[in-house]
């Protein structure tokens, strides 16, 4: 701060010595430079406020946290106090979890699950064989019901809803007369839902299409796009659509799997912010999985594994240490199973991180959705018996949270 005391040392500085006039000269116009930039700044933001628009920008800025703070405090049930003392009362309620059956027309079928009642290859719920006709079998998502979801459009229209929204179907007479609707709007279909809760806890999402093609989107600009509901299809060919998004932070592993078997595996801190073909795939493939891997994540999983399923029931384990990430984009992959084993026609339907004490729901071609532990199938490899003539339509992982 150039204050009175110090014009007067340096006026006394310049008569004692006239040299050192031109440096006092020079530092005075930076520091005239700089309070000229400052206070052009501090006009502007004056502007805005008395426009609206820094005053629009800081509420949209609260509302952002405001809603970020309400996902948060929905996971353990609202407040601390009043969640310790509802799971005292009811220990079962913490291990409650929701299983979500979609279809691209916006139909969803909430199903309520206690992870503590399934029997490992028994039935959990069971669909007529017509309730997956059509040209794509439904999608599988097994989450918390104190979750909120995120709706993606293959627009990239999105719409928000906490799961408890969804009524809870009646196991005996499940049907898509009795789902719950998103209605599309014109021509798009439901690509996928997203639980969006811990979105707070990510630096990151990759959003993947069914192409192989990826984008890396910072979390503060996806809170952004969720707030307007647009969120983009993050597609480059007009015969592509969104897949899904994956939230990871900078040190983790981003994955995806095509359905004829190929793997692509890249460091979040290498990936894009613009739209790339990761995964080159053949006419007839496209990608039926994507996840994140961390190693700060899988603290409640020990020794996560990569689970991939395919179509006839076998359940293919592999090591973390198995992948081998990609050295640059337009990747062919690695892959899963022999040549011999994609030319005979296995084909992937779905894939994850999983651990042992976690467990892996199966959507069967006979429209029984089964219940299977991770251990289970890591020890026999299949999820289903010998000559079954049911095929696997889909997969989710139900992931146990550890008690130790």
């Known amino acids: ?10 006026l006394k500085e310049v008569e004692e010595r006239p040299s050192s006039g031109s440096i006092i000269i020079q530092y005075i116009a930076n520091r005239l430079s700089e309070l000229t930039a400052r206070n052009e700044e501090l006009l502007a933001e004056n502007l805005e406020l008395r426009s609206g628009r820094k005053v629009e920008e800081y509420e949209n800025r609260i509302t952002s946290l405001e809603y970020q703070l309400d996902l948060l405090k929905r996971q353990i049930g609202g407040q601390v106090e009043e969640s310790a003392v509802n799971l005292a009362a009811n220990p079962a309620e913490a291990e409650t979890s929701s299983v979500l059956a979609y279809n691209p ?3 969803v079928l909430r ?7 399934l029997v490992s290859g028994e039935v959990a719920a069971d669909f007529p064989m017509i309730e997956f006709s059509g040209k794509m079998p439904a999608r599988l998502l097994a989450t918390s019901s104190r979750q909120e979801l995120l709706f993606v459009f293959d627009s990239g229209r999105t719409q928000t809803l906490p799961v408890s929204e969804i009524p809870t179907a009646d196991l005996q007479k499940l049907s898509w007369r009795q789902a719950y609707l998103q209605e599309p709007r ?7 839902l997203l639980p969006i809760a811990r979105m707070a806890l990510f630096e990151n999402a990759v959003q993947a299409s069914r192409r192989g093609f990826i984008k890396k989107i910072k979390r503060a600009l996806l809170e952004n796009y969720i707030s307007k509901d647009y969120i983009g299809s993050g597609t480059n060919l007009p015969s592509d659509r969104t897949f899904g998004l994956a939230f990871c932070g900078n040190d983790d592993l981003f994955v995806m799997v095509s359905q004829q078997g190929f793997v692509f595996s890249m460091p979040v801190e290498r990936l894009l912010f613009a739209v790339e073909e990761a995964l080159q795939l053949g006419p007839a493939d496209h990608i039926v999985a994507t996840f994140a891997i961390s190693s700060a994540g899988m603290v409640d999983r020990m020794q996560p594994s990569i689970l991939v399923v395919t179509q006839n029931g076998k359940a293919i384990q592999r090591d973390v240490s198995w992948l081998e990430p990609a050295g640059s984009f337009k990747s062919h992959g690695q892959p899963v ?6 030319a005979a026609g296995v084909r992937v339907v779905g894939a994850a991180v999983v651990g042992a004490g976690d467990w892996g729901l199966a959507l069967r071609s006979d429209g029984k959705l089964t219940a299977h532990k991770m251990a289970d199938l890591f020890g026999s490899g299949s999820f289903l018996v010998k000559q079954s003539p049911a095929d696997i339509l889909g997969f989710a992982p139900l992931h146990i949270k550890s008690k130790v």
Do not use: D, Y
């Open 105 to 107: 027309q916006g139909q």
């Open 186 to 192: 014109g021509v798009e279909e439901l690509a996928f």
């Open 337 to 342: 199973f022999s040549k011999e084993r994609r």
């Open 111 to 117: 199903l309520e699950i206690n992870p503590a009642a």
């Open 1 to 10: 701060m150039i204050t009175p005391e110090k014009i007067a040392e340096w």
